[in-house]
């Protein structure tokens, strides 16, 4: 007998907003019955083909120390630098670049709440193509 992972949950001081980053971020999507809407307490996104679930809950206490457990990213398609400048521009913020000369490594970034993640190279990239 095993268990399998129901959803991701992520704690949010606005888990609407939380929902409409991390959705843009990788891609996900609402419920259409169940639209997310501003001062929800509880919303979910899912994958397009619905298989993963992220849910943000809001709680009362701002992200205070690094996070236990990350998501690491891969660019669906193109390079991790363009995937970086990407999350960049729809409001994540620089942590740490961990980028090597020889262009292994990835950076840390963290969401509009602090939330640390890492964007890694792509499948193409770490063949060498």
């Given at each position: 007998m095993t268990a399998r992972i129901s959803h991701t949950t992520f704690d949010a001081i606005d888990a609407h907003a939380q929902s409409v980053f991390w959705g843009e971020v990788l891609g996900f999507r609402e419920d259409p019955d169940?639209?997310?809407e501003p001062g929800h307490e509880e919303?979910?996104?899912f994958s397009s083909d619905g298989s993963e679930r992220i849910l943000f809950i809001e709680v009362p206490d701002a992200k205070q120390v690094k996070n236990r457990?990350?998501?690491d990213l891969v660019p669906a398609e193109g390079s991790r630098d363009?995937?970086?400048a990407r999350l960049l521009a729809i409001g994540a913020t620089t942590v740490a670049d961990r980028r090597r000369p020889d262009g292994g490594?990835?950076?840390v970034l963290a969401d509009p709440e602090g939330n640390e993640f890492c964007i890694l190279?792509?499948?193409a990239e770490?063949?060498?193509g």
């Open positions: 169940d639209p997310n919303c979910m996104i457990l990350h998501l363009e995937e970086l490594g990835w950076v190279r792509g499948e770490r063949a060498g």
